[in-house]
T-cell receptor, first 106, second 115 residues
Framework: DAKTTQPPSMDCAEGRAANLPCNHSTISGNEYVYWYRQIHSQGPQYIIHGLKNNETNEMASLIITEDRKSSTLILPHATLRDTAVYYCASFNQFYFGTGTSLTVIP | GAVVSQHPSWVICKSGTSVKIECRSLDFQATTMFWYRQFPKQSLMLMATSNEGSKATYEQGVEKDKFLINHASLTLSTLTVTSAHPEDSSFYIC???????????FGPGTRLTVL
């Protein structure tokens, strides 16, 4: 099963872009990369997923490297409400790593 | 779209009693639902995969006789914690997979406290 690694914490200034990296070097060719976030004491919220191509939706952008060994979630204009733990997952999204605790600073 | 609900949102029970948690997909049918457990300051841990009309598949180390899972319809899965003990106190979260994309949508979670 593909394992993901993320930095434990990051800070970002309000209004600036937040770039959250994830390494998934053991991902196989048909495994998607999924991103979720969890605000304290709530269920995780789906953000975005992708296979090979970069993806964008109303919440974020996902940049996947050509070798697919890593990806970056981009929140283009971070707000205080984006403070949460962000998880990337692969292998059918079932196995979550420790995630990155993002703090958006006013 | 893709809304998943859980009930109750929190429950406090005495040691030795059983607690049932419901997970519903409100606007889609889910052949597969998942149950997770999360302890404070830790990540989500998959407990079991629930398939409609068949037995659940449990992850290694999860006692199937203690955590009973029933997936009787395409919109409802239940988790029953039998003979609960204080160490079972945790945040239990379900998710449902949207057909075709298999993207998981999570419920809001149930906080169980066993006294």
């Amino acid at each position: 099963d593909a394992k993901t690694t993320q930095p434990p914490s990051m800070d970002c200034a309000e209004g600036r872009a937040a770039n959250l990296p994830c390494n998934h070097s053991t991902i196989s060719g048909n495994e998607y990369v999924y991103w979720y976030r969890q605000i304290h004491s709530q269920g995780p919220q789906y953000i975005i997923h992708g296979l090979k191509n970069n993806e964008t939706n109303e919440m974020a952008s996902l940049i996947i490297t050509e070798d697919r060994k890593s990806s970056t979630l981009i929140l283009p204009h971070a707000t205080l409400r984006d403070t949460a733990v962000y998880y990337c997952a692969s292998f059918n999204q079932f196995y979550f790593g420790t995630g990155t605790s993002l703090t958006v600073i006013p | 779209g893709a809304v998943v609900s859980q009930h109750p949102s929190w429950v406090i029970c005495k040691s030795g009693t059983s607690v049932k948690i419901e997970c519903r997909s409100l606007d889609f049918q889910a052949t597969t639902m998942f149950w997770y457990r999360q302890f404070p300051k830790q990540s989500l841990m998959l407990m079991a995969t629930s398939n409609e009309g068949s037995k659940a598949t449990y992850e290694q180390g999860v006692e199937k006789d203690k955590f009973l899972i029933n997936h009787a319809s395409l919109t409802l899965s239940t988790l029953t914690v039998t003979s609960a003990h204080p160490e079972d106190s945790s945040f239990y979260i379900c998710s449902a997979a949207v057909p075709i994309t298999d993207t998981q949508y999570f419920g809001p979670g149930t906080r169980l406290t066993v006294l």
